[in-house]
């Protein structure tokens, strides 16, 4: 079953197993409005139980832009901060996503951009990609997880140097600090992005879920009940049907066939 998108600058396809979201709104750096962040949190919700999606790519229109964060000028609409502080956003529904998701990011991630990119489980860039926290240039700092997502992927010093200037980095650098993994050709990145989602999407599905929940695990639990959860886990997924079938496959030199049981 196909998700019908509420907003015409969110799109999203499916090719075979893997769901390919564009944020589309290239004009305007792919800057999200509240009707864009709608869109975006119905489709995690609808990603999360459709059997048929097992990984996910997410990317930006055009040449310029991944994305630029939330539209400035409708940050303007919250009758008070409190409103502004208690709101829903785009963030918040890409960190429930069960399902693996990769960033492809094509162009500028800026502000909530760049906390897009670092909700998202793996991330790649263009050789074009510009990263930047510019919140603290405009009297404010980044709301989606900015400080906590980049201190875990690129340490304490650089996340300083990022959100207390504002200042941006290029594709070169962010590879170098491990805030991607990969930078390509422009031309390379889609290709890229949907062959390791199709690689993902091919592996047992609860075992992939399942790696994803063991990652936000490790991140926040002290090691010794990290490494018990992940005991936890491991029996779970041992206990499938999918586990069944990769062990016979395994046995019998076929792939495997997994069915999310």
């Not at 890409?94 to 162009?107: C, F, M, Q, V, W």
């Not at 340490?155 to 990022?162: E, W």
């Not at 949907?194 to 690689?199: D, G, H, P, Q």
């Amino acid at each position: 079953m196909a998700f019908a998108s509420s907003s015409e600058n969110i799109t999203v396809s499916l090719d075979g197993a893997v769901a390919l979201v564009t944020i589309s709104r290239p004009e305007k750096l792919n800057s999200v409005t509240p009707e864009m962040s709608s869109a975006l949190e119905a489709f995690a919700a609808w990603a999360n139980d459709a059997d048929e999606v097992r990984a996910i790519v997410l990317t930006g229109a055009g040449e310029r832009a991944f994305c630029a964060g939330s539209d400035i000028r409708t940050l303007d609409s919250y009758e008070t901060p409190w409103d502004f502080r208690n709101r829903r956003d785009y963030c918040d529904a890409l960190r429930e996503l069960r399902k693996p998701i990769i960033a492809a990011i094509n162009g500028y991630a800026l502000g909530g951009g760049l906390e897009t990119a670092l909700t998202c489980d793996i991330r790649i860039a263009s050789a074009t990609a510009t990263f930047a926290a510019p919140e603290i240039k405009l009297g404010w700092i980044g709301g989606g997880g900015m400080t906590a997502l980049l201190a875990n992927s690129i340490g304490a010093s650089n996340t300083a140097l990022m959100t207390m200037t504002g200042d941006s980095i290029d594709a070169a650098r962010a590879l170098a600090w491990g805030l991607v993994s990969e930078v390509l050709e422009p031309a390379e990145l889609l290709p890229r992005a949907l062959e390791l989602a199709a690689t993902i999407a091919s592996r047992p599905p609860i075992a992939a879920e399942t790696a994803k929940a063991n990652l936000t695990a490790a991140y926040n639990l002290p090691l010794a009940q990290a490494v018990a959860y992940e005991r936890e886990l491991q029996g779970i997924t041992f206990a499938t049907a999918d586990a069944d079938e990769g062990r016979a496959a395994f046995a019998e030199k076929r792939p495997g066939v997994f069915h999310r049981r």
